[in-house]
């Protein structure tokens, strides 16, 4: 019963890396530019997003991945946080989930303790506009 056990073991442990896979073509397209997130449907609060910029963290740490296939979906994806009223401050909030001060995996939460832990970065991250960069 051990080695039945061992074994099935051994086999789930060669089994789970081939679960992760590699970005398909269209994912890595959108990888390597720069997208605009807007939405709300508001220009003056869209955002200009680069993945490079953020490539150091696990690309499952901010976003969930879709019920079916092995993609990571979008923010505002219908069932997650897609709803738009500042309001809502429950999970599917879209402004509440980019918001939170006290979550490391908003946006706002992942800059303050970028800040926190290279204090150089502050300014970088002072107010509004680096993230909703005036539109000209």
Known sequence: MKRLILCA?????????????????????????PMTMNNTGNEKKQVIFTHSAHAKTDCAFCHH??????IYVGCATKGCHDNMDKKDKSEHGYYFTMHNKKSEKSCMGCHQKAVAENPDLKEKFKGCNPCHAKNS
């Open 9 to 33: 073991l051994a086999v789930a442990g060669l089994c789970i890396p081939a679960l992760a896979t590699d970005p398909t073509p269209e994912q890595k397209a959108q990888i390597e530019k």
């Open 65 to 70: 991945k879709a019920v079916e296939g092995n």
